[in-house]
């Protein structure tokens, strides 16, 4: 599976971006998605990650009430709903793909990885 993140940018504090992660290779219903993030300096932590049918979905507590995770399986595409920013949200965004059908927190549990697309977030 090949991921293409896209989406990022400048934005306010309490401002909104929706990212999207598009992928492609293969059949994208068959696997749980999942966005990671990484600041400077910091290590790679969980957001957001939904089931291959989008029934289910798991948030990390700093983000819970603020982001959203969907996906559109006839699109090939999972989105990230950010909503309320933080400078804290800040981060290089990373959508991954897991080969299973339930969600996971766990980087190393997912198996294919985009490039990642930048938020900023001013103050």
């Known amino acids: 599976v090949q991921l293409q993140a896209s989406g990022g940018g400048l934005v306010q504090t309490g401002g909104s971006l929706r990212l999207s992660c598009a992928a492609s290779?293969?059949?994208?219903?068959?696997?749980?998605m999942g966005w990671f993030r990484q600041a400077p300096g910091k290590e790679r932590e969980f957001v957001a990650a939904i089931s291959w049918s989008g029934g289910s979905t798991s948030y990390a507590d700093s983000v819970k009430g603020r982001f959203t995770i969907s996906r559109n399986n006839a699109k090939n595409t999972v989105y990230l709903q950010m909503n309320s920013l933080k400078p804290e949200d800040m981060a290089l965004y990373y959508c991954a793909a897991r080969s299973a059908s339930w969600t996971s927190n766990k980087a190393p549990e997912y198996v294919y990885w985009g490039q990642g697309t930048l938020v900023t977030v001013s103050s």
């Open positions: 290779g293969r059949t994208f219903s068959n696997y749980a």
